[in-house]
T-cell receptor, first 112, second 111 residues
Framework: AQTIHQWPVAEIKAVGSPLSLGCTIK??????LYWYWQATGGTLQQLFY??????VESVVQLNLSASRPKDDQFILSTEKLLLSHSGFYLC???????????FGKGTRLTVV | GDQVEQSPSALSLHEGTDSALRCNFT?????VQWFRQNSRGSLISLFY????TKENGRLKSAFDSKERRYSTLHIRDAQLEDSGTYFC????????????FGKGTSLTVIP
């Protein structure tokens, strides 16, 4: 069974429209959760991390926000998309105190 | 500054040849992890090492157990399906907020 599930797989959205990307972790208690972003052909940029429900820390905001409404759920969102938001978004998890990170399959976002 | 430096940034190999990718850390790391990013963009974990070496088929990785400041990924008998971008990553030494990622090595295997 898949431990980490990201949705949607891909999105095409208009500039100025809202966005919500989701990530669910199954079978792991109180994992650390991460959002990464990668521009086409670019490097991985960490956006947010969360070590517990309701607590999210920003690394680089890029006019995005994140929330952790449940222990196993991590949401990335914005009310108004920019062209620069296009790219590949990856959710990841690690065990509390763990040194290994595991990634979801990612969401390809195209803002037009 | 960057904690992780990967080299080379890009590499072209002919099928059947061997090569090595390198990951240097500016400080001592507890472990290293190697990923390959496939054509869809997904990051596939290849190896996780806290020390020593690991081998899987034509891939072999090593993490310097003494200084803990560099790691290598060896590709033997390169095949077309090895093409992709390879990343190395390491966990922070204090706290667990941010895994350090290299900028990647873009590998192209040529027929």
């Amino acid at each position: 069974a898949q431990t980490i599930h990201q949705w949607p797989v891909a999105e095409i959205k208009a500039v100025g429209s809202p966005l919500s990307l989701g990530c669910t972790i199954k079978g792991k208690s109180s994992p650390n959760l991460y959002w990464y972003w990668q521009a086409t052909g670019g490097t991985l940029q960490q956006l947010f991390y969360s070590i517990t429900v309701g607590q999210v820390e920003s690394v680089v905001q890029l006019n995005l926000s994140a929330s952790r409404p449940k222990d196993d759920q991590f949401i990335l969102s914005t009310e108004k998309l920019l062209l620069s938001h296009s790219g590949f978004y990856l959710c990841a998890w690690s065990l509390r105190g763990g040194t290994e990170v595991f990634f979801g399959k990612g969401t390809r976002l195209t803002v037009v | 500054g960057d904690q992780v430096e990967q080299s080379p940034s890009a590499l072209s190999l002919h099928e059947g040849t061997d090569s090595a990718l390198r990951c240097n850390f500016t400080t001592t790391m507890r472990s290293v992890q190697w990923f390959r990013q496939n054509s869809r963009g997904s990051l596939i974990s290849l190896f996780y090492l806290a020390s020593g070496t690991k081998e899987n088929g034509r891939l072999k990785s090593a993490f310097d157990s003494k200084e803990r400041r560099y790691s290598t990924l060896h590709i033997r008998d390169a095949q077309l399906e090895d093409s992709g971008t390879y990343f190395c990553a390491a966990p922070p030494n204090t706290g667990y907020q941010n895994f350090y990622f290299g900028k990647g090595t873009s590998l192209t295997v040529i027929p």
